[in-house]
């Protein structure tokens, strides 16, 4: 399975799940987003990587049981592996759902980040998993997605949401303005891939996020409008 540790006395930790991407004919394990992952520990700082491979439920079940075992201040799990209507890397994203939402108090998991095709279609299940568990966000594609180019906006906003404070996931605004600068650096025009009829789907119309802040009275929420709306402020006109 290779799982890969480097604990060292830092206080959060990207933990990435993932699925042999086979991109080409000669590509096997080559292809990773971990390298990604590590440059935003190295620049965040005060942040681990751990790894794990899964290939079906069974080795889904075992690598996040494996991964989650050490217990850090701000963690985000990142699922990488290539999605498709309700499955990604053979194991339905209802399961993944709920066994992340269900060790998420616990083990402080406070986002999920969904980098497979398709699965931004699934927002309402990503609201009813989320709602009341430890996750304070989720974010996916609505579409298919270009490997390099999702990758570095996974890294993106993986990297603005490992950096807020505990106090910070208090505040639904704190949160989708880490999302919109996140964001705010990459064309929301630009095509990122393809919907089911092959029909070319940008940026805007493929990234969905889901937010629901700690704390009473707050739910689980799209907030994909609200986050687009405040990256355009960013940029110039």
Known sequence: MGIIKRRGSSTNAILVLESPWGLDEKDNNRSSVVPFMQGIAKYTGDTEVFHANFYDKKSFDYALDCITREGFKNT??????????DKIGNVKVDHILGEVSYISKQQNITGLL??????GKKTLE??????????????????SCNWLEGTMIDAA????????????????????SAFA???????????????YSGEAVSIRDSL???CQPEGK???????THDVFEMASTLRFD
């Open 76 to 85: 985000i799990i990142y699922i990488a592996a290539h999605g498709y209507e």
């Open 114 to 119: 969904f980098g497979s095709c398709f699965i």
């Open 126 to 143: 990503m609201e009813v998993y989320i709602q009341e568990s430890g996750l304070r966000w989720c974010m996916g594609y609505a579409s």
């Open 157 to 176: 906003i993986i990297g603005a949401m490992i950096s807020l404070e505990n106090g910070d996931f208090e505040s639904r605004d704190i949160i989708n």
């Open 181 to 195: 600068n996140a964001i705010a650096p990459f064309a929301d025009n630009f095509i990122i891939g393809d919907d």
């Open 208 to 210: 969905k996020f889901v």
């Open 217 to 223: 009275g707050h739910r689980a929420k799209d907030v």
